[in-house]
T-cell receptor
Framework: GAVVSQHPSWVICKSGTSVKIECRSLDFQATTMFWYRQFPKQSLMLMATSNEGSKATYEQGVEKDKFLINHASLTLSTLTVTSAHPEDSSFYIC?????????????FGPGTRLTVL | DAKTTQPPSMDCAEGRAANLPCNHSTISGNEYVYWYRQIHSQGPQYIIHGLKNNETNEMASLIITEDRKSSTLILPHATLRDTAVYYCIVRVANAGGTSYGKLTFGQGTILTVHP
């Protein structure tokens, strides 16, 4: 299957700082990228959907000013957690899909573990 | 998107077939059934998907009932590395509305393969 990478794989930061997470599709062009968040012992929760060159669409309850998403190219999307606080500590997972057809397979990155002290 | 119901956990002996059920009784005609799995602390891995015909690939087989209200994922010869959370997801196949193409994860089934 297609490969999606994330960087960094884990990050520890102080409260109040901003953290940027990168998501790359390595062998295909990702027209659509998704960002998920997963708390311990819980399922994945979709945070936002972004199409290349467009503004991201955020799920209800997700603060768009806190979780900044940029999808400037067909192979790269970034998620910036601004002014991070301990409650933002979570496992952040990106996903990418080639093309706009919903039936196209969606591939996931390995995840980024964020710990805010 | 239609909601799915899966058993919270299942056990399977190594080398035996693992049959994971999923109920999606409210599935619409334009919704696909997808299966993903997540090994601890990793991103989900795509397994298989289908609309109404049974599907098979190198990882698994997907059996969808004729009325499409339920399906079964079959891992023919489970190994210890198949221990993971398995998610059954239905997703709309056509554009439109606010649920265009989203994968919505439920709680899944924790499959434990034991020696």
């Amino acid at each position: 299957g297609a490969v999606v990478s994330q960087h960094p794989s884990w990050v520890i930061c102080k409260s109040g700082t901003s953290v940027k997470i990168e998501c790359r599709s390595l062998d295909f062009q990702a027209t659509t990228m998704f960002w998920y968040r997963q708390f311990p012992k819980q399922s994945l929760m979709l945070m936002a959907t972004s199409n290349e060159g467009s503004k991201a669409t955020y799920e209800q309850g997700v603060e768009k000013d806190k979780f900044l998403i940029n999808h400037a190219s067909l192979t790269l999307s970034t998620l910036t957690v601004t002014s991070a606080h301990p409650e933002d500590s979570s496992f952040y997972i990106c996903s990418a899909r080639e093309g706009r057809q919903p039936r196209n397979e969606q591939f996931f990155g390995p995840g980024t573990r964020l710990t805010v002290l | 998107d239609a909601k799915t119901t899966q058993p919270p956990s299942m056990d399977c002996a190594e080398g035996r077939a693992a049959n994971l059920p999923c109920n999606h009784s409210t599935i619409s005609g334009n919704e696909y059934v997808y299966w993903y799995r997540q090994i601890h602390s990793q991103g989900p891995q795509y397994i298989i998907h289908g609309l109404k015909n049974n599907e098979t690939n190198e990882m698994a087989s997907l059996i969808i009932t004729e009325d499409r209200k339920s399906s079964t994922l079959i891992l023919p010869h489970a190994t210890l590395r198949d221990t993971a959370v398995y998610y059954c997801i239905v997703r709309v196949a056509n554009a439109g509305g606010t649920s265009y193409g989203k994968l919505t994860f439920g709680q899944g089934t924790i499959l434990t393969v034991h020696p």
